[in-house]
């Protein structure tokens, strides 16, 4: 157990629509990150927050968007969904923003089904 | 960009034997981490080993060890006597020192055949 928590496991949804990923970090984390795994495309590179901060972005679609509460949780909201979104979504925490050994700690992952 | 390459698609050992998983890397960057996660059916994505660039000895972890040679930017991962529990995909990724997230290598498929 990383200690990281991912809600909901699993979710299916329709092509148009809007879902919500929720992670908790590990107690005492203050950095976030959000990665796509999709078959074809590895673990890519999301979007990072440290402290309720945006802190770095990747390649997240304009229709992808995240936040982190005060309370440090974080919240991946994707809309207007489209097959190509189907994939196992990660969410990881570390101590540090960007400094130290600090290696990442993975949640189990959402696993996304667009249909 | 930082880039990782694992040029091992899918890899297969005999329990109880040794493999080699090989990884390398592009940076321009002197300071850095590199890591080796596995991600075994279930999922989950685990650390399996974590080498900081500035440190000359290669990182162990009881059978797991790696070969880190900086120059030739190149971060192999051995696995040695192989059990059954270590199928599974193992991805090599690096970490600037002065950066946030994690670059990760397409992945390589362990099979452990008994």
């Known amino acids: 157990d990383s200690g990281v928590t991912q809600t909901p496991k699993h979710l299916i949804t329709a092509t148009g629509q809007r879902v919500t990923l929720r992670c908790s970090p590990r107690?005492?984390?203050?950095?976030v990150y959000w990665y796509q795994q999709s078959l074809d495309q590895g673990l890519q590179f999301l979007i990072q927050y440290y402290n309720g901060e945006e802190r770095a972005k990747g390649n997240i679609l304009e229709r992808f968007s995240a936040q982190q509460f005060p309370d440090l949780h974080s919240e991946l909201n994707l809309s207007s969904l489209e097959l190509g979104d189907s994939a196992l979504y990660f969410c990881?925490?570390?101590?540090?923003?960007?400094?130290?050994?600090?290696?990442?700690?993975f949640g189990e992952g959402s696993r996304l089904t667009v249909l | 960009a930082q880039t990782v390459t694992q040029s091992q698609p899918e890899m297969s050992v005999q329990e109880a034997e040794t493999v080699t998983l090989s990884c390398t890397y592009d940076?321009?960057?002197?300071?850095?981490?590199l890591f080796w996660y596995k991600q075994p059916p279930s999922r989950q994505m685990i650390l399996v080993i974590r080498?900081?660039?500035?440190?000359?000895q290669n990182a162990t972890e009881n059978r797991f060890s790696v070969n880190f040679q900086k120059a030739a930017k190149s971060f192999s991962l051995k696995i040695s006597d192989s059990q059954l529990g270590d199928a599974a995909m193992y991805f090599c990724?690096?970490?600037?020192?002065?950066?946030?997230?994690?670059?990760f290598g397409a992945g390589t498929i362990l099979r452990v055949k008994s």
């Open positions: 990724a690096y970490r600037s020192a002065h950066g946030n997230k994690l670059v």
């Open positions: 107690s005492g984390d203050l950095s």
């Open positions: 080498q900081e660039a500035y440190k000359q």
């Open positions: 940076t321009s960057e002197s300071d850095y981490y």
């Open positions: 990881a925490s570390s101590v540090q923003g960007g400094t130290g050994t600090g290696e990442l700690f």
